[in-house]
């Protein structure tokens, strides 16, 4: 018997090392669920995204006040330009820039090269209308938002 366990133990040692450990094995395992537990767990729970394109908290939260009186941004005057403050800057750009995409609140590049035209329009802006948020647009809208 203690030649047969003894066999035993020996032959699971060396499956184990061969087969790279079954701790190891086991705790890619647990790992491997816990992440799926927490990816399914933050998901459903996922905030709104917030895209600033480098405004401060005081330059967004000027942005939203202007949506608010003209637009129909009902959201709070937080600095955080969330999804409700896109939709109403998609429904100034669309009234009056030619942005033609939905009011969805998502900040493509449809949204951005109608800000770039408002912005070559009456903010400095001397960029190409290219749909990319870069410097050049960004110090645009800072500049309006600093009027």
């Known amino acids: 018997m203690r030649t047969m366990t003894r066999a035993f133990i020996g032959a699971t040692t060396a499956i184990a090392i061969a087969g790279g450990g079954v701790a190891a094995a086991g705790t890619a395992f647990a790992a491997t669920g816990q992440t799926t537990q927490a990816v399914a767990g933050s998901t459903a729970v996922t905030p709104q995204a917030v895209v600033n394109l480098g405004l401060n908290a005081t330059q967004a939260k000027k942005l939203q006040r202007d949506l608010?009186?003209?637009?129909?941004?009902?959201?709070?005057?937080?600095?955080?330009?969330?999804?409700?403050?896109?939709?109403?800057m998609q429904r100034f750009l669309k009234a009056t820039?030619?942005?033609?995409?939905?009011?969805?609140?998502?900040?493509g590049s449809g949204?951005?090269?109608?800000?770039?035209?408002w912005l070559k329009a009456n903010w400095g802006?001397?960029?190409?209308?290219?749909g990319v948020a870069g410097p050049g647009t960004q110090a645009a809208l800072k500049r309006y938002c600093n009027s």
């Open 68 to 88: 608010k009186n003209n637009w129909g941004y009902k959201g709070a005057i937080d600095g955080q330009l969330g999804t409700d403050s896109w939709k109403a």
């Open 111 to 117: 949204t951005v090269k109608a800000i770039q035209r």
């Open 97 to 107: 820039w030619g942005y033609t995409g939905a009011i969805d609140g998502i900040v």
């Open 125 to 130: 802006y001397t960029g190409a209308i290219d």
